[in-house]
């Protein structure tokens, strides 16, 4: 759940939640690492998340990292979806009477969305040549159709999957003709970008394009051709298609024209296709020698190659914060703490930690964890963490390091400062019985700036506020401020709404206003 609202933001994750609560997923299915969910909002919308960032694709108009990826991510990790792997896997054991049976079925259900994707092939599984000219005639059909208006996600989808559907069959004259078309005539067609969400749609086409080009028998004048149309595409339109070089499969099979591809590819990108391509040599010998890629991305580079090897080049220059997050991930904690402590022995080394949030985190996570690790050492390197971290601000990890060590007094420090909702009311929760006037104070001021804030998290936080205040405050004195934050906020609908669902429901008969607690 971290994880979730760190790449989505509390707001967005709440939203999502609640379209999770109300039931507004319609289905879910994995394949491979990717979740494909269809969600009830406005409309019906299409989402697909991966599982490997959380990421998601939407065809809402918000388009990335939306409530609907939320919502489908939330009904994955509640176990209701199918799980395209297994199904996949069992129709290997299925008979040809039985596929037969199934696809017809398929068709009968709908004729349009899936005929166009079964058109049949010779019995050695090349094309003939009336189904090049069909799938040829067909693409080019469609593209007519964008030359002079928008392109939407729905033709994207339609036309990428039509190219993935016959990538071994498709020319090396129709992608060129395609990749042509799109760089041409991008303005007219909208660029393939939404305005709503300032951001673009149609990678997969270009993505699919490449990896029908890597299959084909290719020549160097290829890619002089590649080339010209690079240097014809002022807006970026080509950039999936030479990013999608680097995929395994395709850095395999052109690896003998690596000359010919640095030239579309930043540093990063071309070292992964030598590491792809088998020149794992070459690949080293760049990162040794590219400085300007900084730290992190040399070392997950050389990481690719050979772990041990990047270990020892990392411990060569001085690169103590991807060590430290490479140990932290394997699980290596006594390691993290060890490198840590070299770390800040000196002013040179401790200059040259991150300044990032999570790489202190993975500290104090690795603390707890390590059970070698014996008290007096493990309060030093707290404090040394909190010191750090009080002085780089980020105030929700002081919260947890102090809770963790435990030093109430370092933790009072904290109140004034801003640390965000959660780590606040953590805070607060956790100073109640020793601060119980400054706490209830903090916590009034708290819930008052969340309502103003507005929005279902807003909300819900400072309905927590109040039980937190439940736990100082007499019966009579409780129950009074709701009264009291009835009198200010009553029009706030959504927000007695989850005070409610909490139990506790506020109105106003006559011109009292009565508090019923459910028991």
């Not at 108009?61 to 069992?90: I, R, W």
């Not at 166009?116 to 003939?128: D, F, R, V």
């Not at 990678?203 to 051709?225: G, H, P, T, W």
């Not at 991807?322 to 840590?340: P, R």
């Amino acid at each position: 759940m971290d994880e979730l609202k760190q790449t989505y933001g509390d707001r967005i994750f709440a939203r999502g939640k609640g379209y999770f609560d109300e039931g507004r997923v319609l289905t879910v299915v994995k394949y491979r690492n990717t979740l494909f969910g269809e969600v009830t909002g406005t409309e019906r919308y299409k989402t697909e998340v991966d599982l490997d960032d959380f990421q998601c694709k939407c065809s809402c108009p918000y388009h990335l990292n939306c409530k609907h990826g939320v919502a489908v991510l939330l009904q994955y990790f509640s176990g209701n979806y199918t799980d395209g792997d297994e199904v996949m896997a069992s129709i290997e054991y299925a008979s040809t009477d039985d596929l037969k049976e199934l696809i017809e079925r398929l068709v009968n259900a709908n004729p349009l969305e899936l005929l166009p994707y079964l058109m049949p092939l010779k019995e050695t599984g090349s094309a003939n040549e009336k189904l090049v000219k069909e799938v040829d005639k067909q693409l080019k059909t469609m593209l007519k159709r964008i030359e002079y208006c928008y392109a939407d996600m729905v033709f994207v989808q339609d036309f990428a999957r039509l190219i993935k559907t016959n990538e071994e069959i498709l020319t090396k004259e129709l992608i060129f003709y395609i990749l042509k078309f799109l760089v041409e005539n991008c303005e007219d067609y909208g660029y393939f970008y939404n305005d709503y969400a300032d951001d673009t749609f149609g990678d997969d086409i270009f993505k699919n394009l490449c990896d029908s080009f890597a299959m084909q028998q290719l020549e160097e004048r290829d890619f002089v051709r590649l080339q010209e149309l690079y240097s014809a595409d002022n807006y970026g339109m080509l950039v999936p298609f030479f990013d999608r070089l680097v995929e395994e499969a395709n850095a395999t099979r052109l690896r003998g024209f690596d000359s010919y591809i640095e030239r579309f590819l930043d540093e990063s990108s071309f070292i992964r296709f030598l590491i792809n391509a088998g020149k794992t040599g070459n690949a080293s010998a760049l990162i040794e020698r590219k400085t300007s890629l900084g730290e992190q991305t040399r070392f997950g580079l050389y990481l690719k190659i050979d772990r041990a090897r990047a270990i020892e080049f990392a411990k060569r220059n001085g690169f103590y914060s991807s060590l430290i997050m490479h140990y932290h991930e394997t699980g290596e904690h006594k390691n993290v703490i060890g490198l840590f402590e070299e770390a800040i022995a000196t002013k040179t080394n401790r200059e040259r930690l991150s300044e990032g949030y999570y790489l202190y985190k993975a500290v104090l996570d690795s603390i707890k964890k390590f059970k070698g690790i014996d008290a007096a050492r493990a309060r030093t390197t707290l404090e040394e963490v909190f010191s750090i971290c009080y002085e780089l601000k980020h105030y929700d990890l002081c919260v947890d390091v102090g809770m963790q060590l435990p030093d109430k007094e370092l933790l009072s420090r904290l109140i004034p400062k801003k640390p965000g909702v959660e780590a606040k009311l953590k805070l607060l929760d956790y100073l109640k019985d020793d601060m119980p006037e400054v706490v209830e104070q903090e916590l009034k001021e708290l819930a008052e700036s969340l309502i103003e804030r507005k929005g279902d998290y807003a909300y819900a936080k400072a309905v927590e506020c109040s039980f937190v205040l439940r736990k100082i405050l007499d019966d009579v004195a409780w129950q009074e401020y709701i009264k009291g934050l009835y009198e200010r906020h009553s029009r706030k609908n959504n927000l007695w709404r989850e005070f409610k669902r909490k139990g506790v429901t506020v109105m106003r008969r006559n011109r009292d206003i009565v508090l019923e607690l459910k028991s």
